[in-house]
T-cell receptor, first 111, second 114 residues
Framework: EAQVTQNPRYLITVTGKKLTVTCSQN?????MSWYRQDPGLGLRQIYY???????DKGDVPEGYKVSRKEKRNFPLILESPSPNQTSLYFC??????????FGNGTRLTVT | SQKIEQNSEALNIQEGKTATLTCNYT??????LQWYRQDPGRGPVFLLL?????KEKRKERLKVTFDTTLKQSLFHITASQPADSATYLC?????????????FGSGTQLTVLP
């Protein structure tokens, strides 16, 4: 089944403790992206990647890092999480200029 | 920068009626517009894409219009059912013309009452 898989689905952590949210897609898509979704603010793009080793900032990249060493994986790294990064995170992928396929989200709480 | 507005955060309609959701945008002329559906706790799912040279597009009970003069897209669900209850998001490409960075509206939560 074609899908974008994020892990974990839920994560509670403390301020400053580094964490990684994984994202993997099995559709051989070139493009991958991370969004965060907050009430009233909608989906906002954090980082995106056009292909392996090619990444760029979205609208809200501060406090986040990404890497794209393999085509299928695009992990999101929070080196020193803070409470304002509490949010619902979505990974998405697409082949070329096509609509996005989203994962089922990771709900992160930073206390 | 471009701005996207979706009408009212919530819309309640009676089963069988037509739901109409609005997406307005300012400050540019996008080459296309997309609509997604999002259920609670799930990621958005793509529904329809309409290009600037298309006035209307249909898929089963869904219809999307794109008025580049009014800078508005309307999303219609005919013969609505309770299973259509969800949040609907519109999305547009960025000013730069890149197809990679979609900007999403904040969504309209539709509830279809039985």
């Amino acid at each position: 089944e074609a899908q974008v898989t994020q892990n974990p689905r839920y994560l509670i952590t403390v301020t400053g403790k580094k964490l990684t949210v994984t994202c993997s897609q099995n559709m051989n898509h070139e493009y991958m992206s991370w969004y965060r979704q907050d009430p009233g603010l909608g989906l906002r793009q954090i980082y995106y990647s056009m292909n392996v080793e090619v990444t760029d900032k979205g609208d809200v990249p501060e406090g986040y890092k990404v890497s794209r060493k393999e085509k299928r994986n695009f992990p999101l790294i929070l080196e020193s999480p803070s409470p304002n990064q509490t949010s619902l995170y979505f990974c998405a992928s697409s082949p070329g200029n096509s609509p996005l396929h989203f994962g089922n989200g990771t709900r992160l709480t930073v206390t | 920068s471009q701005k996207i507005e979706q009408n009212s955060e919530a819309l309640n309609i009676q089963e069988g009626k037509t739901a109409t959701l609005t997406c307005n945008y300012t400050n540019y002329s996008p080459a296309y517009l997309q609509w997604y559906r999002q259920d609670p706790g799930r990621g958005p799912v793509f529904l329809l894409l309409i290009r600037e040279n298309e006035k209307e597009k249909r898929k089963e009970r869904l219809k999307v219009t794109f008025d580049t003069t009014l800078k508005q897209s309307l999303f219609h669900i005919t013969a609505s059912q309770p299973a259509d209850s969800a949040t609907y998001l519109c999305a547009l490409p960025p000013l730069s013309g890149s197809a990679r960075q979609l900007t999403f509206g904040s969504g309209t939560q539709l509830t279809v009452l039985p």
